[in-house]
């Protein structure tokens, strides 16, 4: 049963990715992410972690996907990929310009290595998981003891990203243009 | 039955795909949002992770690390996230464009 989801679950975040690079329109692209994510919520409490789960849900598809969404409306780029040949951007038979098929044979290499490596270790099913794992209060008290000060730099890190984003994203002052 | 390995695959072939999308598209938006997989994947392996050694450690608490860091890398994300999205826009409004090679103005 386990196993069946977690084919389910991982086939629509991959797939769903898949196509989040292959559109060729970003607001498109933007709300297959969050179909993917939605997969990877499910994969989630597959591994026992309901309250990442919920996260996922709440900050990555709720949040920070609709920061995306707020920022494609306003640019509204419809000459996505200007300068590349439409045929060209993803598996060509010309090809882009050498760098992409570069990279792209890089990543291919880099699943074929990790699949080699990971086909060579033995790994047993996971045991029987004890209810604090799934403890949202357990997670709490670590977070607020063990993991005090990183989490007290984590605001901090919020407060200079968001100084950071109004200062950038702001219309410059006329006398710099 | 779902083994540890399922999952180091599966994280494996969302960052791939995440890596080739930062080099194959010519988009600033969907770069980040690739850039956004690769982090997906790698919160997957922490969350994983933390499953598989729930029995090994003493005591079994400290196994809820790997799903701690998944919230800090959340936050790094919604900062990156934010800061990126804001160098775009104002990309934007130089060039009118959003393809990276227009912006070659630090190029040697």
Redesign the interface.
Known sequence: M??IL?YVF?AV??VA??F??G?RH?MY??LL?IV??GG?AG??I????P??AV??II??AG??MV??LF??M??N?H??????PPAA??WGPSG?PG??R???L???L??AE??WA?SR?Q????????A??QSVR??GR??FTD?AF?FEA?SL??L???V???I??R?PPRGLQ | MLTLNHYLLLSAVLFAIGTSGVFLRRNLITMLLSIEIMLNAVNLLFVAAGREWVSRIEPPSLALDGQIIVFFVMTVAAAEAAVGLAIVIALFRHRETLSPDAFTALKW
């Not at chain 1, 597959?46 to 972690?49: F, M, N």
């Open positions: 386990d196993l977690f991982g975040a991959v990715s898949l989040v690079v559109q970003p692209s933007v992410l993917s994510f990877l994969l989630y597959l591994l026992e972690a309250f990442v996260t996922q900050i990555y949040a920070i920061l995306f920022t494609v306003l640019l780029p000459r996505d990929d200007e300068g590349v951007s993803l882009g760098p992409l570069i990279g792209a890089l990543s291919v880099l699943v990790l699949g990971l270790i790994t047993t099913p996971f045991d029987e998981a004890p604090d794992i357990e997670i670590r977070l993991y990183a984590t890190l919020i200079v990203a968001m950071g984003a109004v950038l994203a219309k």
